[in-house]
């Protein structure tokens, strides 16, 4: 279980609010040791930027607000959440698959942000997610060629089909396909980390297809009883990623 911490970066790192409507999670690798080491960069008028949260076996730090436009990615800040991981983009896959920890509770936030703002789960530079290496007008290689995009995509899957059951309203528990076991926020603890996917926990696509008979998806408050008719951005969630 993460410590949970909030950490703000320097003021002028970031900006309050957003110019457009939240479509995209930009994941980069932080190229030091410790979360809290990253926050701290962040109070720094040197580190030049932030992200909206960073992660490593142990902590999980909010930093800026999903609502408010964190400096990670040049071009996409508007519109996107940057999810820093801790790591070096040098890492080769084994050396990201040491650190299990780490990559699925950035599966989890990252799930979290899918349903929060119906963001696909495709790899996408506008509605989607994407590295910082790669994204236009950015210069960065993070988080590497190392990074181990599969088992990630995986694990954001798991929470996206897992099933979300409040217990008592306080804590959210997450049953997962594999029987593994997840959660255990109260409401209070996971507010500022969440952000708005909590309240009343919606989950999009609770099935991969094809749904069972008699499953009901909903989308944006309507009905869908044939996950054929669900609007191509549901959809994509049900399916698999597109290729990168
Ligand atoms: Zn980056």
Redesign the pocket.
Known sequence: MHTHLTIRPRHGLWEPGRSSRITHV?V??TEGATAKGAASWWQNAAAGGS?HVVIDDEFLIRAVNDADTAY??RGVNAYSL?L?IVGFARWTRDEWLDHPERLEEAARIHAGWCNAYAIPLVWSTRAGFHS??GLPG?D?T??GDGFPWDAYVENVRSFLEGEPVREGGRSLRLFLPNGKRYGGWTREESAGFDGPALGPVKWLARRRRPAKPGTVLTWKGSRFDDPADLPAVARTILNRTEDR
């Open positions: 930009t980069h690798c992200a990670h990615a940057g820093e910082h290496a950015n960065h993070d988080p």
